[in-house]
């Protein structure tokens, strides 16, 4: 059987549409403004207690929207990069861009200088919004990109008073960061002191609304340009699959941990949630577990969306255990491989099956999804609507149903392509099929399993990491003579960097090297293991055999 008559087999079956649906706006604007106009007083973000609602969101992107085209002279085209946790200034100053047909630049506030000038240089960005806390940063890299405008601001800069004073004297009292740094920059309140008056700009579905950067085997992170087109049709594929039409999930809550900076987290939280007119709890740092429950243990939510390490963490937590779940009916998990036995403890402690997804940077990001009461653990579920799939063997020979090889993929929601990278948009996008770079099988009932990876991408805590770059990055090292990365399995992170070395300097040790790599990467980068070699596997053409180092790996646990 042919996989794609299996899957449309499968569509049907599960009462999905095999077509692309009709779009819900023409663009992320119009959607945006949608919400605005029928559900003005309803709650769209949460965040450090405060709640503001779709027109209180919209009043101050307004203001935001008037200060960047009248003070700053942006216009459309221009990059804006956001460099933010996940606060509510981050969805202000996105929808201030919608408005004005700015470029969104995600960027990951954890980057080093490094890769910020990297990330900077290659978008052409203009201007950047970045938290206090990452300004240093920052301005080590500033004077090597072309950025000629800086926004800083606080995590209390939409707190309204008297919260905001009190929050101001304990963070004062904690010894964080109470003020804004020194330096040539524009206080984020300012943003909000003017008129909210501009000129709006009417967006086409071809227009780039994201730069959306992801990781290469060169080692140079690559702009994915994210369409109107490609965000709205993903949009409309998704909500046909999580409830066949928006009104499933209309005004629910969302528990949102993971990073607006990432697509996943960026497309549910700016984009299926004002669709459906659901209200999303951003939470800054998930990492710091007691906080992040504290944060919701009042909040009665309806869908929470996470990722396997994650789940992992939050579980081991008890007093994650005493929340209340009886409104939760949708888990969505994404970005990483998620473990059986993960799944089965999330439903034991929650009484929610988990939904998990694939997809990529490239395809806005959704692909396939395990649709609610049909979740199969293990499965990246089945192709969304609208989106064509086949599997191909090295040859490039079509495989049928329950052949192996790599997953290729056709729909509205592919990528326009690399930004100033034809060459490389033509190697993975080839006769209009997204080649994934995955390899797949795919079962009669229409469902997908990944099998492994065709790349040598290492995925940390759902974080695309390519050992290319890391050993780039530590090759600067003065006595690192060659290096290999790999990933190894972990059971929190799904996998962990390890970083095989080949030194001059018989006295450098792991704790050396981990340290240079905290300098030149971000963190979940840096290597958790490292181990030490005379010489590295290698092709009689001198490239490293990364998949000997692997199979050394995998044979040590068998």
Partial sequence: MRVQDAVKQAQKKLGLSSKQPALPARSLLELWNQSVTDSNQSPAFTCLGQTLSYGEVDQLSRRVASYFQ??????????????LPNLIQYPVVVIAAWKLGLVVVNTNPMYTVRELVHQFNDASVKAVVVLDAFYDTLCEALPDTSIEHVVVTRPIDLITQPRRG?????????????????????????????????????AQPDDVTALQYTGGTTGASKGVMLTQKSMMSNIAQALNVIANDEEGIKHSTM???????????????LGLLPAS???????????????????????????????????????????????????????????MALMESVANDWQAVTGCLVSEGYGMT??????????????????????????????????????????????????????????????????VIVDGWLHTGDIVMVEEDGYIKIVDRLKDMIIVSGFNVYPNELEQALTLHPDVAQCAAIGVPDAKAGEVVKMFVVSTD??????????FCKEHMAGYKVPKFVEFRNDLPMTNVGKVLRKDLKAEEKAKLA
């Fill in 255 to 269: 528990v949102a941990p993971l990073p607006l900076y990432h697509i996943y987290a960026f497309s549910l939280c």
């Fill in 277 to 335: 007119r659901g209200h999303s709890v951003l939470i800054p740092d998930p990492r710091n577990i007691p906080q992040f429950v504290s944060a919701i243990k009042n909040v009665k939510f309806d869908i929470f969306c996470g990722l396997n390490s994650l789940f992992v963490a939050l579980m081991q937590n008890k007093d994650f255990h005493r929340l209340d779940f009886s409104r939760l009916r949708l888990t969505l998990s994404g970005g």
């Fill in 506 to 515: 018989p006295y450098l040790n792991s704790d050396h090297v981990i340290e």
């Fill in 362 to 427: 490239e395809s806005s990001p959704v692909i396939s999804m395990n649709p609610p009461g049909h979740e199969r653990i293990g499965y990246a579920g089945v192709p969304i609507a609208g989106t064509e799939i086949k599997v191909i063997n090295e040859s490039g020979v079509e495989q049928d149903v329950g052949g192996i090889g790599e997953l290729c993929v056709r729909g509205d929601q592919v990528m326009a392509g690399y930004y100033g990278r034809e060459e490389q948009t033509a190697e």
């Fill in 70 to 83: 009248k003070q700053l002279k942006l216009v459309p085209g221009d990059r804006i990069a956001v460099q």
């Fill in 166 to 202: 009190l929050l101001r004297t304990a963070m004062t009292l904690m010894g964080k960061r109470p003020s804004l740094p020194k330096g040539n920059w524009i206080a984020f309140p300012e943003l909000l002191t003017g008129s909210s008056n501009y000129s709006v700009h009417r």
